[in-house]
């Protein structure tokens, strides 16, 4: 069916179920349709009806005044209308203006007295029974009629209060700005569409928002007569509205307040929703364009993904690094978020880190400079090590060996002031490895069984004639508390106590230095135990000031070229790393006038009485250690060494068969059999390593790959060792040695195989 001939059938339905008032659908002064209301009242049937010209029925002074309004609205006044009989009645006619395919036409209404009585009890009922607030505006503003829904919304009991109070409306607008402007449309006689505003109720003072829709009602000559207003209390909306604008302007303030850069990502097409204005300023305005962040990193395990608690829940959180087009560099945090109606969307946070990339990459250029500074300093000293090991190797062992010769008692003691003085320089190349090597975390603490009394009598030995130059007597106190043997680095505990001794003794002059040794009771969690011993001297002190200086490396607390006590200033900063290594402390008691004492604790293990008989039995093996049927094979290419080891070794007992070279070496391996290898590392033209490893791979020797190899040489840095033993060799000496310490390295690698 055409739409035209729907909306016309349209037209008639409307008018048929219309039963209380006539209607008539006019097409220039011709009546088209009509409803049976119509044509009870004029007395026409349809066809006389249509027959009939308009204005012989209704005056034209209707009709004048509608077209007066210029416009479509509905207008009514008070006309008489004539019926097909001729008689005449009264009516209150209304009529409007309609599009027809036809042309324009005019739709009118009449009620006549006793139809219009019916109408208006009818809207009377239903005006009191609506649940909607109903109110009547005269054209001054004043309230002349409510429904009791009405009522209740103004704060009144009845229809009837709110006559009585007399309520004018601008008289209660919160507002005067919205008070004028809805006068205004009053007055315009404007219909209003829920136009909304905040009151003080007429009824009981509070506050409250009302939106109203009104229509304008006129007199039968078009005058303004009073408006319909429908009124809905939306308090709570309108407050729930005030209250989501105050958080969005809030948020917006949030958002736009953080300082970087923050996009909201529709993660399906990648536009940006929304950003801040950090973003802005940044990218310029990129809302709505495609936005790309592609993910570039140093390290591979980017981009990352975390979960976080937000309130009770979990989510995910990603983050990487990228980079624009300008070249900064960016670290991006990625937030799923979840827009108003549900739909999924990326909230990503970003970062500025350029200065800090820039900063990690100095960072590294200084790293590695520090790094190849480093390793110049330990190569350096590795060198220097070697070096000054190897003739103080020759030193050494020939005043050991000299004092076997019967030596007269001034030879002795020359040859003892040789010694001690070759000592001394060893001591001093130690502490200077010693302080590199804890510096750079590579000392290692080296547990082995040992008599801490014993330890503490033999060092203090050793200070007794420095301390009889002096005048200074020397007293030891071994507390009852301190057990046989434990397990600790004695050599590291030995370094201690002799650095301490020696600069008690520097700085005394005569008077009484105590030492006193015992194990404290409590038990670490590791389980160690605390070896506790105080050094205490009656010598000038140390300013309390200057106790941190006095454990810096190369520091004297006298610093001056006329100061009275020489030294290198290493004493107290090797002690310091020394009992940290150990896992102890160091404290200094003094007031910088008469005397020191120096408090030290350092971890040791308390031993296993099997294990200290196990360890007396192998010492017994060493000391009875028939070595005159060993034959050894000597590799060294330095003669003076060489020579110092051959006497050493045939003082033992043993047979030495000597090479100068790691090649002669492996010439002498094939012709011949032997008990032990004693190997210098560095030699011309093939090495102490290259040999070992031979020794151990090569089928040549393959009757002689579990051959014992020692170690000889003056290779003393960290991870020396450690590398040597990885190359095959069963045990290591560090140059200068003692002739026991040669013995018992040498017999604990035979007997331990």
Known sequence: MPFE????????????????????????????????RALALLGYTREQLSAVPVHNIIPDKCFQQLEQSGNNSVTGC?????????????????????????GMARLVHFFDYEGLGLVERR???????????????????????????GAIVLGFGSPEEVVAAGVYVGKYLCDPAQGHAFLKMMHQQKDITSYAFKVKNPGNQRKLWLEVSAAPFYSGTGELQHYEAIVRDVTASKVMEIYLKNEKSRLNAVFNAIPGPVLLIDPEDSFVVDCNESARYTFGDIKGQSCHLGCFSRDEQFPVSRLINVGDSRIALSYWQCCDKDGKSWTVYDVPFLNIDGSPLSL???????????????????????????????????????????PLNGVLGTLQLLQDDGLTEQQQQYV????????????????????SRVDAGKLEVQYVKMNPALLFETTISLCIPDAEKKGISLKFEAHSSLPDFVEADQERIRQILFNLLGNAIKFSDGGMIEVSVMLLPQVRENGNRVLYFVVEDCGVGIPPFLVEQAFDVFSQVDGS????????????????????????????????????????????REINHELAVEADERQGAVDGFDFSDLKILLAEDEVINRTIAIAMLEKMGAE???????????????????????????????????VTRMIRKDKRFSDKADLPVIAMTAHAMDGDRETFLKAGMDAYVAKPFEKEELRQTIVTVLTER
């Not at 009922?125 to 309230?143: C, F």
């Not at 010694?419 to 320089?425: A, D, I, Q, R, Y």
């Not at 070496?665 to 011949?672: H, R, S, T, V, W």
Request: charged share 25%; aromatic share 4%.
């Open 5 to 36: 001939e729907k909306r016309t059938n349209s037209w008639s339905d409307i008018l048929e179920k219309t039963s209380i008032e006539g209607v008539l659908l006019c097409l220039d002064d011709t009546v088209i349709k009509c409803n049976n």
């Open 78 to 102: 008070l006309a008489e209308l004539t019926r097909n009989d001729g008689s005449v009645f009264a009516a209150h006619v209304r009529a409007g203006f309609i599009q027809l395919p036809e």
């Open 123 to 149: 809207f009377k009922e239903i005006y009191d029974i609506t649940p909607n607030a109903v109110i009547k505006v005269a054209p001054d503003g004043k309230l002349i009629a409510a429904n009791k829904a």
């Open 348 to 390: 990503k946070f970003m970062l500025d880190i350029s200065s800090r990339v820039e900063y990690e990459g100095k960072l590294k250029e200084a790293r590695a400079l520090a790094e190849q500074a480093n390793q110049a300093k330990s190569d350096f000293l590795a060198n220097m090590s070697h070096e000054i090991r190897t």
């Open 416 to 435: 003892s002031i040789a010694t001690e003085s070759g000592k001394n320089l060893l001591s001093l190349i130690n502490s200077i490895l010693d302080i």
């Open 561 to 604: 070229y006329s100061r009275r006590h020489q030294g290198a200033g290493l004493g107290l900063g090797i002690v310091k790393r020394l009992v940290t290594l150990l896992g102890g402390t160091i404290a200094v008691d003094s007031d910088g006038e008469s005397g020191t004492a120096i408090h030290v604790t350092v971890g040791v």
């Open 656 to 690: 030495v068969v000597d090479v100068p070279d790691g090649n002669k070496a492996l010439e002498e391996l094939e012709k011949n059999n032997f008990d032990l290898v004693l190997m210098d590392i560095q030699m011309p033209e093939c090495s102490g390593i290259d």
